[in-house]
């Protein structure tokens, strides 16, 4: 992996700005005395429909194997906070960065009162646009503004864009698009991923099918219990943004209190669905801090 000149400072100065190890001990799932609520974003499916009008008795979670009682809670009360990471890399120049910046618009078009938005870029520097905000003109500046250069360090700033969305309320989507393999990161896949496991923010990653394999937003989708969009060009992506942003809207928000388990460690995860042959899709877990 090369380390471009200028990445880590820029990675650093960004980190260090939003201070993200407080932010992630903050809102990483925790409890120490059994009754703290445990918060869960699950996708039901049945084939590639969305199953909606669910209520909590149709659920099944299990805690380290054992059943839990969960409730449902109301989306419509909760605020989404969406973080775009784009890739801005040399490779995106031209008629992709065009499309790129219609799909970030297409998405911003679909926000609703209530809800913000954040933009991270990078290329071989990560850099903050954009904090989360409301103000839907001053992220669609932030896209204009955008120019493509140098090489890739998609890793770092997915890490970048994690931590932005670690905030107190409201439910965290963060949207990473890239068209090529990491070229840049000083960060590592398996700690982005191990940190990917302990914050809650779900992760959908989107890629152009026939470049290489994406094999971190994979990884990343799957941990967070987000899904991997592959489009065929960037001529899709504004589908494939507000796709994902629909499917979102149409998450389960379960909720419940730790009962039976160990008060400490990594908790696994299994969400199923009652008498259905529909399937679960949420983050495989959490870890217990004391």
């Known amino acids: 992996m090369r380390h471009a000149r200028g990445a880590f400072p820029a990675l650093l100065a960004l980190l260090v700005c939003y201070n993200p190890a407080p932010a992630a001990a903050q809102r990483t799932p925790t409890f120490s005395t059994g009754v703290e609520a445990i918060r869960l974003d699950v996708l039901v499916i049945d084939g590639d429909r969305v ?61 609703e009162p209530g809800d913000r938005a954040g933009l991270v870029t990078f290329s071989h520097e990560v850099m903050l646009r954009e904090a989360l905000t409301q103000d839907v003109e001053r992220l669609t500046r932030a896209l204009t503004r955008v120019a493509p ?91 494939a943004f507000v796709d994902i942003f629909d499917e979102f809207r149409n998450r389960y928000l379960l909720s419940y209190s730790p009962q039976s388990v160990s008060p400490e460690g990594w908790h696994r995860l299994d969400v199923t669905i009652k008498g259905q042959r529909a399937t679960a899709k949420a983050r495989g877990g959490y870890m217990v801090r004391r």
Not at 75 to 91: C, F, K, N, R
Not at 174 to 197: N, P
């Open 51 to 111: 199953v909606l009008g669910l209520e909590a008795s149709d659920f099944e979670v299990r805690d380290n194997g054992i059943l839990q009682e969960v409730k449902l809670v109301s989306t419509e009360a909760q605020p989404l906070h969406v973080i775009l990471a784009l890739d801005t890399s040399g490779s995106v120049a031209g008629q992709p960065l065009d499309h790129l910046r219609s799909a970030g618009r297409a998405l911003l078009d679909r926000l």
């Open 149 to 239: 250069q140098g090489e890739t360090a998609v890793i770092d700033g997915s890490y970048a864009a994690m931590m932005l969305g670690e905030t107190d309320v409201g439910r965290d989507l963060l949207i990473v698009f890239s068209d090529g393999v990491d070229t840049a990161s000083w960060l590592t896949a398996d700690q982005v991923i191990d940190a990917a496991r302990r914050v809650d923010v779900v992760v959908y990653g989107v890629s152009v099918r026939g470049t290489d394999e994406p094999e971190f937003l994979g990884k990343l989708c799957e941990v967070t219990g987000g899904s991997l969009f592959q489009v065929e060009s960037t001529r899709d992506l504004s589908d």
